[in-house]
């Protein structure tokens, strides 16, 4: 998320006047919330937190917390306390030194939090209120914040801010309604967040309420499991929603695993060959899911994705083992997987390193989480840029978790950050052509989503030299043994085809032959019928199909250095799978010739 985040948290559980009740719930709902606003991970936002402040610093906290942003910020502002209603009906915040008497004087007025809203230039401002209303008391088991008709939303929803693009309010109950902080709150008792605020952490942190599996979790989605997890806790509170958005409003990355891309189905044709009972038809509609497969467009690719993971699943073994090969080219392939930055003086200039995601647009398109805070990642057009913050001294070791539409990997990333004295010594990996210097990373971890699709193409670079090249060569993997391995596999498959295609024409020339009795000849009704020509094809594509597989192996073999694991394995697979089907099928291909060449003469 590219915006700037921030949170306001008020949590107000100590009052100077002793017919407002000591709240228990307020303060852990504050640590709680802030833990997962404020992770990388999940809210990335800049949290700040006031707790038991008088009126003066929460009036003076919240227009500064307003004022002075920018269009692309956006703001959440939380309240954890009690709520008061006037008798003119206006909604007040309690604030610690608050006499119910002065409210004007002594709490902060819904109103002015609206107007401080309504002026703020920041783009997208979320409110979000577990508070009680009219005081707390005490009724039967459970202690409840509030009593009385308080029209929250009325307060909040009147008018539409002037500036930005749009506000949000969430409120832990409706005007009706008691928000409860527990089953019970003895003046012993431990302290815990409410029931509302307890939703909202653990929506975030473990990702549940990413409702759509998106890889976010926008306005919407939090609000509706919210609502769901706390009717289940206390079918009596119900919480409720206002908003003037344009746009999905995301506020947090999802934990949940990989990111979701929703498909555009397959032609219908294409499904209808799937489903044929001839072969050679569904090997056909197979063979085009796979380019499909590779298309640049994600949601084209995704469909393709689906549909062969169900031939792998359901299909005859050649075609079980085609899908499966085509699967496997968007597995995440992250090159290298292991980066060593080896010793950095403290306070230089971040190092940076490459990595290359490797496979069709749909293996690059992916979600990286820094697991440390000392880490960054940059999307680049091939992959990522990972930099290393050295003001962090002593050995640095994390990873980055990479999640994509079909898998996760891990990039592990190691570093020790010296004192200022003496020049880096590079790392294993380290080139000696170090990298131009990057400006400091800040010290918060990001999630960077890489869409090869949405990344501009890189500027023409200056003529390089030769031992620029073959610098280059030494860094960039090679792609021509599964390429190789890959043309091996196609020629094998058209060559199998043929052969199919060969012997139907045949056994129909061969049933037309003994028809025509003594008259007939059947030279003639094998070229009638079209059935030397894919023999012919089959002969020419077995052949090149086994070419093609040595020549990938022997680049394999005398240029190992230049192929990582996932390269390597691939090309053995792909070879092995062409080798098993081109040598079957030109052993039957021969046959079928010499049997017309030698039966033609005598029938």
């Keep these: 998320?590219?915006?700037?985040?921030?949170?306001?948290?008020?949590?107000?559980?100590?009052?100077?006047?002793?017919g407002l009740k000591k709240l228990k719930a307020p303060a852990q709902d504050a640590a709680a919330l802030e833990r997962v606003l404020h992770d990388p991970q999940i809210g990335d936002f800049e949290v700040e937190v006031v707790h038991n402040a008088s009126a003066d610093l929460m009036r003076r906290r919240i227009q500064g917390f307003f004022n002075d942003r920018r269009r692309a910020d956006t703001l959440l502002l939380h309240f954890s306390c009690h709520g008061l209603k006037s008798e003119s009906g206006e909604l007040y915040f309690a604030a610690s030194d608050t006499e119910p008497p002065l409210l004007a004087a002594t709490a902060v007025a819904s109103q002015f939090v609206r107007g401080c809203m309504s002026g703020t230039r920041a783009g997208r401002s979320v409110l979000f209120l577990d508070c009680c209303y009219g005081g707390a008391f005490s009724r039967g088991s459970a202690s409840v914040r509030a009593s009385g008709d308080v029209n929250v939303l009325e307060s909040f929803a009147k008018d539409e801010p002037a500036t930005g693009r749009g506000w949000a309010v969430i409120t832990a109950s409706d005007s009706m309604e008691y928000s409860f902080e527990g089953d019970e709150l003895a003046e012993n008792s431990a302290p815990r967040p409410s029931v509302f605020t307890h939703a909202v952490v653990e929506g975030l942190e473990t990702g549940e309420a990413d409702l759509d599996a998106d890889g976010h979790v926008s306005l919407d989605d939090l609000y509706?499991?919210?609502?769901?997890?706390?009717?289940?806790?206390?079918?009596?509170q119900t919480p409720k929603?206002?908003?003037?958005?344009?746009?999905?409003?995301?506020?947090?990355?999802?934990?949940?695993?990989?990111?979701?891309?929703?498909?555009?189905?397959?032609?219908?044709?294409?499904?209808?060959?799937?489903?044929?009972?001839?072969?050679?038809?569904?090997?056909?509609?197979?063979?085009?899911?796979?380019k499909r497969l590779q298309r640049p467009e994600l949601p084209v690719a995704e469909g393709a994705r689906q549909h062969l993971g169900e031939v792998a699943h359901n299909e005859v073994q050649p075609l079980a083992d085609l899908a499966a090969d085509a699967l496997s080219t968007i597995r995440l392939a992250p090159s290298p997987d292991r980066l060593d930055f080896g010793r950095i003086p403290r306070g230089s200039t971040p190092?940076?390193?490459?990595?290359?995601?490797?496979?069709?647009?749909?293996?690059?398109?992916?979600?990286?989480?820094?697991?440390?805070?000392?880490?960054?990642?940059?999307?680049?057009?091939?992959?990522?840029?990972?930099?290393?913050?050295?003001?962090?001294?002593?050995?640095?070791?994390?990873?980055?978790?990479?999640?994509?539409?079909?898998?996760?990997?891990?990039?592990?990333?190691?570093?020790?950050?010296?004192?200022?004295?003496?020049?880096?010594?590079?790392?294993?990996?380290?080139p000696d052509d170090s990298t131009p210097p990057k400006p400091p990373p800040d010290d918060k971890r990001r999630t960077?989503?890489?869409?090869?699709?949405?990344?501009?193409?890189?500027?023409?670079?200056?003529?390089?030299t030769t031992e620029d090249r073959e610098r280059t060569d030494r860094k960039t993997p090679s792609r021509r043994a599964p390429a190789l391995a890959g043309a091996a596999l196609?020629?094998?498959?058209?060559?199998?085809?043929?052969?199919?295609?060969?012997?139907?024409?045949?056994?129909?020339?061969?049933?037309?032959?003994?028809?025509?009795?003594?008259?007939?000849?059947?030279?003639?009704?094998?070229?009638?019928?079209?059935?030397l020509t894919p023999l012919i094809v089959c002969l020419i594509t077995g052949a090149a199909a086994l070419v093609a597989g040595a020549f990938a192996r022997h680049d394999l073999g005398a240029r190992r250095e230049h192929y990582t694991k996932q390269a390597e394995s691939g090309t053995q697979t792909l070879t092995s799978v062409a080798k098993g089907l081109a040598i079957p099928t030109l052993v039957l291909a021969v046959l079928a010739g010499i049997a017309y060449l030698v039966g033609s003469a005598h029938w």
Excluded at 504 to 521: E, H, K, L, M, Y
């Design 1 to 18: 998320m590219t915006d700037s985040r921030h949170a306001l948290i008020i949590a107000n559980d100590r009052y100077a006047d002793q």
């Design 224 to 236: 509706e499991y919210v609502y769901r997890h706390v009717r289940e806790q206390n079918p009596h």
């Design 241 to 290: 929603k206002a908003a003037e958005l344009q746009g999905e409003l995301h506020l947090a990355h999802s934990r949940r695993g990989g990111i979701k891309i929703v498909a555009i189905p397959s032609p219908s044709a294409l499904q209808a060959a799937l489903d044929s009972d001839e072969f050679l038809r569904r090997q056909g509609a197979v063979t085009e899911l796979c």
């Design 351 to 430: 190092p940076t390193k490459s990595v290359i995601m490797q496979g069709p647009p749909l293996a690059r398109h992916c979600v990286v989480q820094p697991g440390q805070p000392w880490l960054r990642v940059d999307p680049t057009r091939d992959g990522m840029e990972v930099h290393v913050d050295t003001a962090t001294p002593g050995h640095l070791s994390g990873d980055i978790a990479l999640k994509g539409v079909a898998d996760e990997s891990v990039i592990h990333v190691e570093a020790e950050v010296t004192p200022a004295d003496g020049p880096p010594t590079p790392g294993p990996d380290v």
């Design 448 to 464: 960077v989503v890489i869409d090869p699709s949405h990344i501009p193409s890189k500027p023409k670079e200056p003529p390089r």
């Design 490 to 531: 196609a020629l094998a498959v058209t060559a199998l085809a043929m052969l199919f295609m060969t012997i139907q024409r045949g056994v129909v020339a061969i049933v037309a032959r003994a028809d025509a009795g003594v008259t007939g000849n059947v030279e003639d009704d094998i070229r009638d019928y079209g059935a």
